[in-house]
């Protein structure tokens, strides 16, 4: 069965490769590199966004969708949102005309596709970085009239792409937000701050902090006993604190491990991302691996100390608005980050919030 499943995932991989390299081309592709009215605006434009993949994009891609709506209310505008993701649906139906849900399911895509063509819209906006397989198949089927994207692998369907140029160090809202200079406006002198929807019934409680264990992959796990000597450690030191843990349900065994040698207090498993949320809401302080946790911080102005694996994600995803301290790892294993470099990092930022106070 085992080999089975590497067999069809190997002529998944090698049919994506094939798809890939035949829209490979930037020959009709009209390159964007500064502010440039590439449509008339003027008319009620109908746009479709394509955001089916991760909840953090989603996240991060609200300020370019937002700008678009307040400079032409006139506008139609749709988004693709996939199953990772679509717990935002209503949050984006303020900017939004209509929210529509890519599942991947060969008949559901079928459906989808049919249905998308004949909104007949006039411009789709890709707004995720890298060559999509997924992506570059529904901006073919779906033809519009034109489409924007950011990605160099998908050109051939692109009638605009816009070009990072040598910001590799941009911040992905930044990045996402390129789009707009093919609009004739500058990204740069636009309000890009974060936005997440609040259960405003909950208030923060002081010196709570919450640690998330897990983030969307294995690897970006800091390891169990990492986290035991951590909170250990924070306990000495700081006796009054409340520390939360928090992580997914195929993490039961690590966090049993680390609830049975810490006084840490387990926070309970949510149905789903909203109730997450609250959680966050209801601390002064976060410490996460994972990369979506600092933007709901961000927009929330929560302190957060944060793990990363590679210094590029935290030029792409540091928070922008709020305090926050970070580590990065020095060889690609989150394992390697040290304890006290956490613990120093978490000093810094509890001296910096209290002075602040």
């Known amino acids: 069965m085992k080999n089975n499943h590497t067999l069809l995932k190997r002529i998944e991989f090698y049919l994506r490769r094939k798809i890939q390299a035949f829209f490979e081309n930037d020959s009709s592709t009209t390159v964007v590199t500064s502010p440039f009215q ?14 089916h993949n991760h909840l953090g994009d989603a996240i991060v891609s609200v300020p370019l969708i937002r700008e678009i709506r307040q400079q032409y209310p006139h506008f139609e505008l749709q988004i693709v949102l996939g199953k990772s993701n679509f717990v935002l649906a209503p949050f984006l139906h303020t900017y939004t005309d209509k929210e529509w849900k890519y599942s991947k399911k060969f008949f559901d895509t079928l459906s989808l596709l049919r249905k998308l063509r004949s ?14 397989v997924t992506s570059t198949l529904l901006i073919w089927l779906i033809r519009s009239k034109f489409a924007i994207g950011l990605a160099t692998g998908s050109s051939k369907v692109l009638t605009h792409r816009v070009d990072r140029g040598i910001h590799t160090s941009i911040h992905v809202v930044h990045l996402y937000m390129l789009p707009l200079l093919a609009f004739g406006i500058d990204p740069t002198v636009v309000n890009s701050y974060l936005e997440f929807p609040k259960n405003l019934k909950i ?3 002081k010196n709570r902090v919450f640690i998330n264990l897990n983030g969307s992959q294995r690897i970006r796990y800091w390891g169990t006993e990492n986290f035991i000597s951590l909170i250990q450690e924070m306990k000495k030191r700081w ?26 207090i387990h926070c309970g498993y949510m149905s789903s991302f909203l109730e997450y949320t609250d959680e966050i809401a209801k601390s002064t302080f976060v410490i996460t691996p994972d990369t979506v946790v600092p ?18 994600s935290y030029f792409l995803w540091r928070p922008r608005n709020t305090k926050y301290e970070f580590t990065i790892s020095p060889n690609k294993i989150m394992t390697s980050i040290s304890v006290d470099e956490v613990m120093n990092s978490f000093q810094r930022l509890f001296d910096s919030v209290n002075q602040s106070q």
């Open 38 to 51: 590439a449509f008339d605006t003027s008319k009620s434009l109908k746009i479709l966004f394509l955001r």
């Open 119 to 132: 909104e007949k819209f006039d411009i789709i906006i890709d707004i995720y970085d890298k060559s999509s």
């Open 203 to 205: 208030l923060p409680q």
């Open 239 to 264: 006796q009054h604190l409340e520390i939360v843990v928090s992580c997914t349900k195929d993490y039961d065994s690590e966090l049993q491990q680390i609830l049975s040698m810490t006084n840490a």
């Open 295 to 312: 933007h709901i911080c961000d927009a929330w102005n929560i302190s957060c100390v944060v793990l990363y694996l590679l210094e590029e």
